[in-house]
Nanobody, 118 residues
């Protein structure tokens, strides 16, 4: 079955960096767009970034553009999110998802918590 397992979250000071990973299994990873979505405490989900099957095309939410970088390795079935210049407002549970845009996300991981605080 489809499994998405995120890792790499933690506590970081403002201005710091983290790299999130998502290990995918149970489907042909290279055939699907993938996205990162986050949910801050008490708020609804926010789409963060999307990457094409080849990795050549990426898109970002305005809130993270220029600070976050999405990437993938299809040989390793792995998705990453490099997060730099982190801000307290980036604090959230970050989810890896299989992206079936325009039909939405059809599979999600359990998330990894990122806390940005001094």
């Amino acid at each position: 079955q489809v499994q998405l397992v995120e890792s790499g979250g933690g506590l970081v000071q403002p201005g710091g960096s983290l790299r999130l990973s998502c290990a995918a299994s149970g489907f042909t990873f290279s055939s699907y767009y993938m996205s990162w979505v986050r949910q801050a405490p008490g708020k609804g989900p926010e789409w963060v970034s999307r990457i094409s099957t080849s990795g050549k095309n990426t898109r970002y939410a305005d809130s993270v553009k220029g600070r976050f970088t999405i990437s993938r390795d299809n040989a390793k079935n792995t998705l990453w999110l490099q997060m730099n210049s982190l801000k307290p407002e980036d604090t959230a549970l970050y989810y890896c998802s299989r992206d079936q845009t325009p039909n939405g996300m059809d599979y999600w991981g359990k998330g990894t918590l990122v806390t940005v605080s001094s």
